[in-house]
């Protein structure tokens, strides 16, 4: 069974830094690409970015804006997210999940997800 | 980056109510069009890719339809279960955008 744990939100104060792990079990973590998604509370859900299975290429949502960098453990079955200069806007549940690439790239297995707040 | 819109935004129905939701991208996506449900403390869960293919053990009544820039999801006959929030979801590039969901409730 698929299964992806979250880990590493916490509150923390406007312009510092955090970093979300993400523990992969229950398949070959090493074929698949994957993203983290956020939701911010009572908002839609946004991409934040997307890495490859070997992670020669990476991608960001806009909104990043050079903030935030992927990276992932193939070694450690995780994935990771590295965020810094948070902003309250940054507040919200993050959520990992797996690219299905037999399913044009829908999003096939998530996680419960971490809740970053980010407030002096 | 591709602009998504749902509508409703919400809607009230019934058990056995026959529910359409509509999402319209800027641009043409082809197929590359996703479903989700999502429930509060809960993760998304996807129900349909490709515009049309039904997800593993995801029940018959939720429907996909569309292409290019008009999308359907469709639920045949509302159950308890399905009052959620769906969203729909292109993954035509890697900005992956959302759209900004249609809750449906009692």
């Known amino acids: 069974e698929v299964q992806l744990v979250e880990s590493g939100g916490d509150l923390v104060q406007p312009g510092g830094s955090l970093r979300l792990s993400c523990a992969a079990s229950g398949f070959t973590f090493s074929n698949y690409h994957m993203v983290w998604v956020r939701q911010a509370p009572g908002k839609g859900l946004e991409c934040i970015s997307f890495?490859?299975?070997?992670?020669?290429?990476?991608s960001y949502a806009d909104f990043v804006e050079g903030r935030f960098t992927i990276s992932r453990d193939n070694a450690k079955n995780s994935l990771y997210l590295q965020m810094n200069s948070l902003r309250a806007e940054d507040t919200a549940v993050y959520y990992c999940a797996t690219y299905c690439t037999k399913c044009s790239g829908a999003f096939d297995s998530w996680g419960q997800g971490t809740l970053v707040t980010v407030s002096s | 980056d591709i602009q998504m819109t749902q509508s409703p935004s919400s809607l009230s129905a019934s058990v056995g109510d026959r529910v359409t939701i509509t999402c319209r991208t800027s641009q043409n996506i082809l197929t590359y069009l996703n479903w989700y449900q999502w429930k509060p403390g809960t993760a998304p869960k996807l129900l349909i890719h490709t515009a049309s293919t039904l997800q593993s053990g995801v029940p018959s009544r939720f429907i996909g339809s569309g292409s290019e820039t008009d999308f359907t999801l469709t639920i045949s006959s509302l159950q308890p279960e399905d009052f959620a929030t769906y969203f729909c979801q292109q993954s035509i590039n890697t900005q992956f955008n959302f759209g900004p969901g249609t809750k449906v409730d009692l």
């Open positions: 890495i490859t299975s070997t992670s020669s290429t990476t």
